[in-house]
């Protein structure tokens, strides 16, 4: 937030945008937008919007909302599908899945983990990405990690594409997910070993967690038509990836 001392022409205001208002002298450009506080609900002149809702997008409603993306009724040209304002969001679903658990683990615990003499000292413990053999590929290729963040912190990480595996929840199903990996060379005895170890102090040294990335989204609001000149998103409002 910036300085008021250094910048005193700004005003800050703690609510939330929910529309746009046309100027009704020019319907090219915004002149208000209304805003909700916990009080009431304001119009705000305004010179210029920017739609920063991320990848809630409420700028697209907002435009859509007051006929903007669509061909004016002084216009003789038909609006090419392509660039009205319901056609201008794309999307690409990769379908990344991965699991993470990440365990507190006290000093004696750590330095009795197992871990190969070679190993010990790395904070990459190993790491695993499938063999891209063809029935790899059709349900998922899969990566696997095992790593240190800090002196007594362990990350135990599994993550592949597709719907073809199921997303491990605990330290057993994260075993059984690594015993499933296709590798031409066997994984060594003393992963699935630590695995075991890690199990003992589950349930009160780990912290669990499973995403589902969302799809990649690009909002081509320069192929939209009829936008008004001072309106412009920002950030994921436009593009996540």
């Known amino acids: 937030m910036l300085n008021k001392s250094d910048y005193p022409n700004i005003e800050y205001l703690t609510g939330t945008v929910t529309d746009i208002v046309p100027d009704p002298t020019d319907p090219s450009r915004l002149s208000k937008v209304v805003v909700r506080t916990d009080f009431d609900v304001q119009e705000l002149h305004t010179t210029l919007v920017a739609d920063c809702t991320g990848t809630t997008r409420a700028g697209l409603k907002w435009l859509a ?9 002084s216009s003789s040209d038909k609006l090419p599908e392509s660039t009205s304002l319901d056609k201008i969001k794309i999307s690409f ?33 190993i790491s695993f990405l499938e063999d891209a053999t063809e029935n790899v590929m ?6 696997m990690c095992l790593m240190r963040m800090d002196a007594n912190l362990l990350v135990a990480f599994v993550g592949h594409y597709g719907n073809g595996r199921p997303q491990p929840r605990n330290v057993s199903e994260m075993k059984e997910y690594v015993r499933d990996l296709h590798a031409t060379t066997a994984l060594p ?9 890690l199990q003992e102090v589950e349930e009160t040294s780990a912290t669990r967690s499973l995403v589902k990335v969302p799809p990649t ?7 939209a038509a009829n936008l008004p000149t001072n309106f412009v998103a920002l950030g994921d409002s436009v593009m996540t990836g």
């Not at 899945?97 to 000093?107: A, C, G, M």
Request: charged share 30%; net charge positive.
């Open 217 to 223: 989204t690009y909002v081509r609001y320069h192929l």
């Open 138 to 143: 059709r349900r998922g290729r899969a990566f």
């Open 93 to 125: 679903d990769q379908k990344l899945r991965y699991s993470s658990i990440i365990f507190t683990l006290d000093q004696e615990f750590h330095d009795n983990l197992g871990l190969p003499k070679e190993i010990k000292p790395l904070r990459s413990i």
């Open 189 to 197: 005895r003393w992963v699935f070993d630590l695995f075991d170890r």
């Open 65 to 73: 909302r007051h006929g903007y993306g669509a061909p004016t009724s």
